[in-house]
Every structure is written in C-alpha cells, then in structure tokens.
C-alpha cells in the first residue's frame, strides 16, 4: 500500500531561521500531495496542495516542490514565526483508491 | 473557508454499546471519508464514501463500523458494539472531488470505557 515518510518527529527552531521538513512518499500510481497543518485541539487545515512536477505551491511563506524523481515533497519556509508552531502531516492521495495517506507528522516548536 | 461540522464534540460511552458520530459535511462536496487519530498518534485513513457507497476502507474499519449519509443528511460513522481500543478522536472530512482538498471537522473526542 501506499507509505509517507516524514524523518522529523520533533523539530526546534529558533524564530527567523529557515525551516525545511522532510517528506518521501511511495505509491503505485502518481500520487497528488499535499501539507496538512494541524495546532493543539483542532481540526487538520490545508497547507500546501502539488500536482504536477515541478510546481511549486506556497502558502503562508511556507512552499514546497514536488520531485517524482526522487519521490520528495519537502516543506519549506525562509524565515520561520512564533507562530508557525504546530503539527505538520505530508499526505498523498492514491487517485486510484481515494485514500489519502498520512506520515507521522512532525511536530515544529518555533522558540523566541 | 469551507466548514465542516462533527456533533458530537465529546462522547464517553460503556463499552459494547452502540455509538453514531455525526458529521455536517461541505454543502457541495460529493466525498466523504472518516479518519481516526488516537492520542499522540497520526492520523489514520478508515474509510471514504461517494455516490452512497463506500469506496475504500482501511484495515482499522472493522466489521462493527459502518457509514451511510441517508438522504444527503449527515454522513454517519457508527460503531456496533464499541470497544476500548476504540477510543481515539475521530475526524470527517469532505472534499468536492476525489483528490480535492480535504475539509477537515473539528473531531468528536470518543472515550469508551
């Protein structure tokens, strides 16, 4: 079945350094992907939607790309804020089955 | 943005009896799918639901789950009998097409004791 990898359980920062968290995915069909965002007691928001390589999608100065070549869609942002702290799931949707599949999430802890 | 709602936001129940989460999905949106998330864990796909059936579940859907959405109303998941290992926060979600962005409700928080 379909598998996303995310290698960063927990990721520190402190606030005005760049941010990059990592994810790999593997599937038997060209997967759309996307980055969810999810804070303390809420519903997982959007973040982030690919489609096609090559595209590079931001939202919220957050951006990533996607490499079918390397089957990555890494998340990333300049200059990361307080107020970024929150937990991030990569996700690919099997456009065969519908399922969309999680990674383990990363949780970022943005500090002063 | 678009708002999905889940009643109820909290339910504790005995184990081995039935519970019905509730979800309000998108007005317009034709797919619906439940994922269950337990604490501290990721999230995990159970099920999704187009054109009155179900489409795709996971291995966590178990014989005792089922959904339906009678009559364009509430897409309902419903667990019959519950278990312990059935509690966990479980979350709608709804999208206009398959691969669309997936409008997330705020999760009914279900403790089986």
């Known amino acids: 079945g379909d598998s996303v990898t995310q290698t960063e359980g927990l990721v520190t920062l402190t606030e005005g350094l760049p941010v990059m968290l990592n994810c790999t995915y593997q599937s038997t069909y060209s997967p759309f992907l996307f980055w969810y965002v999810q804070h303390l007691n809420e519903a997982p928001k959007l973040l982030l939607k690919s489609f096609t390589d090559n595209k590079r999608p931001e939202h919220q100065g957050f951006h990533a790309t996607l490499h079918k070549s390397s089957s990555s869609f890494h998340l990333q942002k300049s200059s990361a804020q307080l107020s970024d702290s929150a937990l991030y799931y990569c996700a690919s949707y099997n456009t065969n089955t519908g399922k969309l599949t999680f990674g383990d999430g990363t949780v970022l802890t943005v500090k002063p | 943005g678009p708002k999905v709602l889940q009643i109820p936001s909290h339910q504790i129940i005995d184990m081995g009896q039935m519970v019905t989460l509730n979800c309000d999905p998108v007005?317009?949106?034709?797919?619906f799918y439940w994922y269950k998330q337990i604490l501290g864990q990721q999230m995990e796909f159970l099920v999704n639901?187009?054109?009155?059936?179900?489409?795709?579940k996971s291995k966590l859907f178990k014989d005792q789950f089922s959904v339906e959405r009678p009559d364009g109303s509430y897409f309902t998941l419903k667990i019959q009998p519950t278990a312990l290992e059935d509690s966990a926060v479980y979350f709608c979600?709804?999208?206009?097409?398959?691969?669309?962005?997936?409008?997330f409700g705020p999760g009914t928080r279900l403790l089986v004791l």
């Open positions: 979600a709804s999208s206009l097409l398959g691969g669309d962005t997936q409008y």
């Open positions: 007005s317009n949106h034709l797919y």
């Open positions: 639901f187009y054109n009155g059936k179900v489409m795709e």
